[in-house]
């Protein structure tokens, strides 16, 4: 059970760290700033949220698990927020300087 | 699986780490900003990851300090552009 | 080398690479995302060296308030056109600045590398006498108990960078309110977030408070995710930075140090000495003291972010 557990963790965390490096890649090779914009919020979300979910099998007590589920959460409420907000201001500017 | 998640977390601040040369060279300010946001939340994850590896109290609220701060910097920047004359603060000051 | 060092040296480089552009950086922006940035990473170390407390602190003054207020100056400066850069100083000059800077490293590195090893620590008799307070985390226990009055002088010290920052005003505004911190308008997703964002801060805000008895966390790192908080709801214009003759805003920004001093006045009057604390009321009296430094930080530091008065006294 134990083995099963440490597997999805693996995976779950690869695949988070994979999601990072493409949003890093993304944002350093992407042409213009709407198009990296839109690289930062996959690693935002997936990124954090499958290492958060690579971790819960882990954690010692129900409440970490629920701090870490509202640490996924906040991330998510704050990546959207912003990304609405850079974007208006980048097309408010005139696009993709 | 302690190693993995370590090199899982260095692995993690290595790439948003790399995505800093953004911040080197722009060319827009909304592009340094996105870099710092990514390291954010690279930063969070990393946390995660060696706190759960190597055990500290406390680590978790560090965590949710950070990423009930994540969108600060981005919500000033944006508040700042456009008004950065100062023009558009100072008529409803007044 | 495990992997765990290998962690850290990198941690380290990465530290020194951000703060190096950061210093270097010609353009103001580029130079304040440097230390955003950099706050982030050293919370990071903050944790490698088992001090959550102050990577707590680091967290929320970094991210928040200081994130907040370099942007914000960052753009206005911008604004104000490139003054700054108008005179470059002279050579002599800029090599005896660059002698003295080599000269303080070198100081310091010699200082650091002349430690005994292990360095002297008064970290085991804090550890010894904790259970004297009644708290369980000995950081609290220093900084209310043991060094009371360095704390106490700190916060005094918050007051006076606010007289500082209202001083500045002209005589036309003064009893005014500062100018608005976001713009007119603002956009359904600066108000979902904050909406949203507000309560759940205030939550983890009390929280945070509340376990630093026991656990990382006290009334500084929580009065500044309270003062990021009130900020947030100030940039979307839910509402609007207090004028400075406020009666509550005043009551609120002298609350601690006031409380902190009459505190230190009773343990004269009841203990013997200025600042003790009588024998099992010491946990009790410090979470007094503590809830009042609390509210004095989160409405300090967000009137710092907004500045002196800009428009004029309307009763």
């Known amino acids: 059970m134990s083995v099963a557990l440490d597997l999805f963790s693996i995976v779950a965390i690869a695949a988070g760290a994979f999601f990072f490096f493409a949003g890093s890649v993304g944002l350093l090779r992407f042409p213009d700033s709407l198009t990296r914009l839109h690289a930062l919020s996959k690693a935002d979300n997936l990124g954090l949220g499958l290492v958060v979910l690579g971790l819960l099998p882990r954690v010692a007590s129900l409440l970490d698990a629920l701090k870490l589920v509202a640490i996924w959460a906040l991330v998510l409420l704050s ?14 500017r005139g696009g993709d300087e | ?13 290595l790439t948003v780490a790399a995505g800093l040369f953004r911040v080197l060279r722009g060319p827009g300010d909304a592009d340094r900003m996105m870099a710092a946001q990514l390291l954010g939340t690279g930063g969070i994850a990393a946390l995660l990851l060696i706190a759960s590896a190597t055990p500290v109290a406390g680590v ?25 004359d100062g023009q558009a603060r100072e008529a409803d000051g007044k | 080398m495990s992997v765990l060092q290998i962690l850290d040296v990198g941690l380290a480089l990465l530290v ?63 604004g104000a056109g490139k003054a700054s850069a108008a005179a470059k100083p002279s050579l002599s000059l800029r090599l005896s600045a660059a002698a003295l800077s080599l000269l303080a490293a070198a100081a310091l590195a010699g200082v650091i590398l002349a430690l005994p090893d292990p360095g002297p620590t008064l970290a085991p008799e804090a550890r010894q006498h904790l259970a004297a307070t009644g708290l369980g985390n000995p950081v609290t226990a220093v900084l209310i108990a043991w060094r009371s009055f360095d704390t106490m002088l700190e916060k005094i010290v918050l007051a006076l960078a606010v ?38 801060g205030i939550l983890v805000g009390v929280h945070i408070f509340w376990v630093g008895a026991d656990a990382p966390g006290g009334a500084f790192q929580a009065g500044a995710i309270l003062a990021a908080m009130w900020m947030i709801v100030m940039i979307a214009r839910v509402s609007e930075p207090p004028p400075v003759n406020s009666r509550w805003l005043r009551l609120a920004l002298v609350a601690g140090p006031a409380v902190f001093i009459v505190a230190g006045l009773a343990g004269l009057g009841m203990a013997g000495y200025f600042f003790a604390y009588p024998d099992g009321f010491a946990k009790p009296i410090i979470l007094f003291i503590e809830a009042f430094m609390l509210l004095t930080i989160a409405a300090t530091l967000p009137v710092l972010v907004a500045g002196p008065p800009r428009r004029s006294f309307r009763p």
């Open chain 3, 163 to 200: 007289v500082g920052v209202w001083s500045v005003a002209s005589d036309l505004y003064w009893g005014g309110a500062p100018a608005p911190l976001g713009r007119a308008n603002p956009q359904g997703a600066l108000l979902l977030l904050e909406q949203t964002l507000v309560p759940l």
């Open chain 3, 16 to 78: 020194l690479a951000v703060a190096v552009w950061t210093i270097a950086a010609r353009e103001i922006f580029g130079a304040v995302v440097g230390y955003v940035a950099y706050g982030l990473l050293l919370s990071l170390v903050w944790i490698r060296l088992f001090a959550p407390d102050v990577a707590l602190t680091e967290a929320a003054i970094g991210s928040g308030v200081t994130g907040v207020l370099l942007v914000t100056s960052g753009a206005r400066l911008k």
């Open chain 1, 79 to 92: 990546g959207a927020a912003s990304a609405q907000l850079i974007g208006r201001a980048l097309r408010r």
């Open chain 2, 1 to 13: 699986m302690n190693e993995f998640l370590l090199c899982a977390a260095g692995f993690i601040l």
């Open chain 2, 60 to 84: 978790a609220d560090v965590a949710l300090g950070l990423a009930l701060l994540a969108a600060f910097a981005s919500v000033a920047f944006v508040n700042s552009v456009g008004a950065d």
